[in-house]
């Protein structure tokens, strides 16, 4: 009897030891996912938009990037009702029009979100590379101050902290930059700092206030991660269209809807699809401090990239604000410190019981969904960020 219990207890140890190397490999491939997710897609932008020939139109990448993310959605629906074409058909048609009161509430972040998607490629073809991803990280500062507005949360001193001092960062890194511009115009170039940078300063605004708003309207539906995402591609769709009507409505009639796509042009697309709707697989696996630590690595990985593929000079100020910019979103992520046995009433009370680190984690999922959050970011969700756009 004693031996079958040494033997039972020593199988559920090495039960738990097995599970505990499989959860350590999955928040490890999530890390790798995350970091290589958020740096690919915005070099793979930057890389071509730079290239000489002819250019394609953003706007019709955007909306091809919607209209892969609704497919997907779609098929995944499909499996998850056992390839039932009538029972995922009667599905689709109560969510969307049955339930038209809550397919509506998705117009505005859809609608923000478009805007973002477009607003990332203005800004990375006028920024370097590294210059985007650190001045981008301004987007977890937008997002905590309406997460306070909106939602009422409660953010810790080191989170106040972390702040200023991503802002100190991005303000020190463009204030590197401001003596670079005078170089890119004797280049010759087509780049728009000023534009590149108003561009990323409104896609973090946009980013911020989607995604809190995005988690409010959420708060007490059932509906899945793929529904939402199919309701917010159809909105994307029909919004981008419209923008690709109003923008480059008469170009694109006489040159094509897929003028100037390219191999490459198609990578970035599929990575601005499916690259949102892979973070919000994959960030269930990683809590706040690993997505901390990817947008950390993902802005080093970035800066290095750029340094051999487009020829980026990094110089001591760039280096401080890059390196505050880090230390911020590590800083950021931390999470909040338990409240002490000696305070009952802290302890149950609202404020506290919504923590920062869950409000990110819930926060994150859905502006990663940017997939261009967005998106990425993960506005594909972000995501979030990229977003989602997915991602972030």
Do not use: C, H, Q
């Given at each position: 009897m004693a031996a079958g219990s040494v033997s039972q207890a020593g199988e559920e140890k090495g039960g738990s030891r097995g599970q505990s190397d499989v959860?350590?490999?999955l928040k490890y491939t999530s890390l790798a996912v995350l970091v290589v997710q958020n740096a690919s897609l915005i070099l793979s932008i930057r890389?071509?938009?730079t290239l000489p020939g002819d250019r394609f139109f953003t706007t019709s990448a955007v909306v091809m990037a919607e209209v892969l993310k609704v497919i997907t959605c779609l098929l995944i629906i499909l499996l998850q009702k056992k390839c039932n074409v009538k029972q995922t058909t009667l599905f689709l048609v109560d969510s969307l029009v049955f339930q038209y009161k809550d397919t509506l509430k998705l117009a505005v972040p859809s609608l923000i979100y478009t805007l973002q998607n477009n607003l990332q490629y203005i800004a990375i073809s006028n920024l370097p590379a590294a210059t985007f991803q650190v001045t981008y990280q301004l987007k977890i500062l937008t997002t905590a101050l309406f997460s306070v507005m909106m939602l009422r949360k409660s953010l810790s001193r080191v989170q106040w902290v972390s702040l200023l001092l991503l802002f100190a960062g991005v303000a020190v890194v463009q204030v590197q930059q401001e003596g670079k511009k005078e170089e890119a115009v004797s280049d010759g170039t087509n780049q728009?700092?000023?534009?590149?940078?108003v561009a990323v300063v409104i896609s973090c605004l946009s980013s911020g206030f989607a995604g809190v708003y995005f988690e409010k309207i959420l708060?007490?539906?059932s509906a899945s991660v793929w529904m939402r995402n199919v309701q917010l591609g159809l909105f994307g769709i029909t919004l981008g269209m419209l923008g690709l009507w109003w923008n480059d409505g008469d170009a694109i009639a006489e040159r094509g809807f897929?003028?100037?796509?390219?191999?490459?042009v198609w990578c970035v697309i599929f990575n601005q699809a499916f690259g949102g709707l892979l973070v919000a697989v994959v960030v269930?696996?990683?809590?706040?401090i690993l997505k901390g630590f990817a947008t950390s690595f993902s802005i080093i990985v970035s800066t290095v990239t750029s340094i051999y593929l487009f020829g980026f000079h990094v110089d001591l100020l760039f280096t401080v604000g890059a390196g505050?910019?880090?230390?911020?979103?590590?800083?950021?992520?931390l999470p909040k410190a338990a409240p002490s046995s000696s305070s009952p009433s802290t302890a149950s009370s609202p404020s506290s019981s919504s923590s920062p680190s869950s409000a990110s984690s819930a926060l994150?999922?859905?502006?990663?969904?940017?997939?261009f959050l967005p998106k990425d970011k993960a506005r594909g969700v972000e995501s979030p960020p990229l977003a989602v756009s997915i991602t972030d």
């Open positions: 959860n350590r490999k890389y071509v938009r728009n700092y000023t534009m590149g940078l708060k007490g539906t897929f003028f100037g796509y390219t191999g490459m269930k696996y990683a809590d706040n505050l910019v880090i230390g911020a979103v590590y800083m950021y992520s994150n999922g859905g502006v990663e969904m940017e997939a």
